[in-house]
């Protein structure tokens, strides 16, 4: 049995979906742009995220038409996971390039592919970054330990 949409949801799903709307693929902008009322940004994305798991059947035929189909966003992403960038190096003068992993986009296709298997939370996101932070400090020290001895 098909749930039966209001218009703010309706409305919501519109501009969710058009990509010429500032709600593009913005659950928080799209909830704002439908009429819904919220106090603050926390409340329009609160509302966003329920529209998001109760339109979940409408958005997945929406990327299906789009050909984003779940088998062809899985490909981009591991395509992704796997994402290398050109970095220039100068030593004495001399300038060079490597390929090396572009954590950056790696970093974001993470995060995409956690968030659509909804495995992505909050606490995870700061474990990430704190390990991040942690990794970074300490490849800074071996850094400096190498270039004092």
Do not use: C
Request: hydrophobic share 40%; aromatic share 8%.
């Amino acid at each position: 049995m098909t749930e039966r949409l209001t218009a703010k949801q309706l409305s919501w799903l519109e501009h969710f979906l058009d990509k010429e709307s500032l709600g593009f693929l913005n659950a928080i902008e799209a909830a704002y742009l439908a009429g819904y009322k919220a106090k603050n940004r926390s409340g329009y994305r609160s509302i966003g995220n329920q529209n998001i798991k109760r339109l979940r059947p409408q958005i997945a035929k929406w990327l299906e038409e789009e050909g984003l189909t779940e088998e062809s966003l899985k490909l981009k992403l591991i395509q992704l996971l796997d994402a290398k960038e050109i970095k220039f190096f100068s030593n004495k003068g001399e300038i060079t390039e490597r390929e090396v992993a572009a954590h950056a986009v790696q970093m974001k296709a993470l995060d995409m592919a956690l968030r659509l298997q909804g495995l992505f939370t909050q606490d995870a996101k700061n474990n990430i970054q704190e390990n991040t932070i942690d990794f970074k400090e300490r490849l800074r020290a071996i850094r400096q330990r190498k270039t004092t001895s």
